[in-house]
C-alpha cells in the first residue's frame, strides 16, 4: 500500500543554493531583480499567501520582491534560485506585519503548524525553514563575539564580518541525536511532561564539543533512561529550524533493559513491542497511546522499525 503520509517536515528544499556565488555585490544585484521573490518574516513569523480560492487552499511562501518598496527591512540575505529567479529571505520589524499582510493579502502562520497541516508544497517548507535559521541567526548575532564590536552582514548572508577586529562569523547548526533504541522485538520510547496525553517519543539530546555522533546517542541514553548501548547506525536527518537545530536520526542497539529514567529529564520511558507501536501508528493503542505525527523524524525512526 502506498505510503499517503506527508512527507518529512523541512526536509525537502527546491532551491539551487549557488554556494560560489555568495559576494556581496550577488545580494545586491538579485535584491534590485524585478523578477526576484521573497520569503517573507515579521519577527519569526513567516507571511504567506493564500493560492487558489478559498480558505483552505494551499499556502504558498514567495512573494515578488517588489511588495517590499518602501517597508523597512531589518535583514535580507540571499538563498539562491528557484527555476532561474533569485530567491531572498526577508526580516521585516514584527511591528510591520499588519501593513504586509494588507499590501500582499498574506497571513502570519506559525511554522511548525505549517509543516503539520502539510499546506506549503513540499519545495518550499525546506525553503521556510532555511529562511528561518538564516534571518534568526543575523537578527541575534548583530555583535562581534571576539570584540564587542558591531558586525555586519557578508557573503550575501552567509557571514557576518567585524570591521573592528577582522574576525568573520558564520551561521552555526546545532546538532541534535534522536535516537530510537532497540532490544529484539521492542524498542525505547519516552515521553515529557511536555508533551500531550498519551504521547511518546524516541529519546534525543543535543551533540556536545568532541563527541562523536555514536557517543552522543549511548550518552543520553544512558543519562536520561540507564540503558547501555552497543551498535549505532544512522538513519535519517531533518532540519529542524527552531532556531537552527539538525536532528541527526539513529537507530541503537541496547545492552540490557532495565531502566532507570531521569525523572527530571523524563516523565516516562518504557519498551515497546512491534505490535503496540504500530497500533500508535495507526492511533488504535488501546490505551491511547500514540507516537508523533509524520513532521517530525521520530514518527519515521518508529516506523522504520516496524516495516
Keep these: 500500500m502506498q505510503d499517503t503520509n506527508p512527507p518529512l517536515g523541512f526536509a525537502t528544499n527546491g532551491l539551487v543554493r549557488h554556494t560560489s556565488e555568495r559576494g556581496d555585490a550577488a545580494?545586491?544585484?538579485?535584491?534590485?531583480?524585478?523578477?526576484?521573490?521573497?520569503?517573507?518574516?515579521?519577527?519569526?513569523?513567516?507571511?504567506?499567501?493564500?493560492?487558489?480560492?478559498?480558505?483552505?487552499?494551499?499556502?504558498?511562501?514567495?512573494?515578488?520582491?517588489?511588495?517590499?518598496?518602501?517597508?523597512?527591512?531589518?535583514?535580507?540575505?540571499?538563498?539562491?534560485?528557484?527555476?532561474?529567479?533569485?530567491?531572498?529571505?526577508?526580516?521585516?520589524?514584527?511591528?510591520?506585519?499588519?501593513?504586509?499582510?494588507?499590501?500582499?493579502?498574506?497571513?502570519p502562520h506559525d511554522l511548525r503548524g505549517l509543516a503539520t497541516q502539510g499546506l506549503v508544497p513540499e519545495r518550499?517548507?525546506?525553503?521556510?525553514?532555511?529562511?528561518?535559521?538564516?534571518?534568526?541567526?543575523?537578527?541575534?548575532?548583530?555583535?562581534?563575539?571576539?570584540?564587542?564590536?558591531?558586525?555586519r552582514l557578508s557573503a550575501s548572508g552567509y557571514r557576518r564580518d567585524c570591521d573592528a577586529c577582522g574576525a568573520q562569523h558564520f551561521p552555526r547548526t546545532d546538532p541534535v541525536v534522536i535516537m530510537l533504541i532497540t532490544r529484539g522485538d521492542r524498542c525505547l520510547l519516552g515521553r515529557q511532561a511536555r508533551f500531550p496525553t498519551g504521547n511518546y517519543s524516541c529519546l534525543a539530546g543535543f551533540l556536545e564539543p568532541g563527541e562523536t555522533v555514536e557517543d552522543a546517542v549511548r550518552r543520553e541514553t544512558f543519562e536520561e533512561a540507564g540503558v547501555r548501548v552497543g551498535t549505532v547506525s544512522y538513519a535519517l536527518s531533518q532540519p529542524w529550524p527552531f532556531p537552527s537545530s539538525l536532528m541527526i536520526g539513529c537507530v541503537g542497539e541496547a545492552l540490557g533493559d532495565a531502566l532507570d529514567i531521569d525523572r527530571e529529564e523524563l516523565e516516562d520511558a518504557r519498551w515497546f513491542t512491534r505490535d503496540e507501536v504500530r497500533l500508535m501508528l495507526a492511533n488504535a493503542h488501546p490505551d491511547g497511546l500514540r507516537v508523533p505525527p509524520p513532521v517530525a523524524i521520530a514518527h519515521h525512526l518508529v516506523r522504520l522499525f516496524v516495516t
Design 27 to 107: 545580494l545586491v544585484r538579485h535584491a534590485g531583480d524585478p523578477q526576484a521573490l521573497t520569503v517573507l518574516f515579521c519577527g519569526d513569523t513567516p507571511l504567506l499567501r493564500r493560492e487558489g480560492e478559498g480558505a483552505d487552499g494551499p499556502l504558498g511562501a514567495l512573494h515578488p520582491q517588489p511588495v517590499l518598496d518602501g517597508i523597512a527591512i531589518a535583514v535580507q540575505v540571499f538563498l539562491g534560485t528557484l527555476d532561474g529567479r533569485p530567491v531572498l529571505a526577508t526580516a521585516a520589524p514584527a511591528d510591520a506585519v499588519e501593513a504586509l499582510a494588507t499590501r500582499t493579502g498574506a497571513e
Design 124 to 151: 518550499e517548507i525546506g525553503l521556510l525553514a532555511q529562511a528561518k535559521s538564516l534571518l534568526s541567526w543575523h537578527l541575534r548575532h548583530g555583535f562581534c563575539a571576539n570584540c564587542g564590536a558591531p558586525t
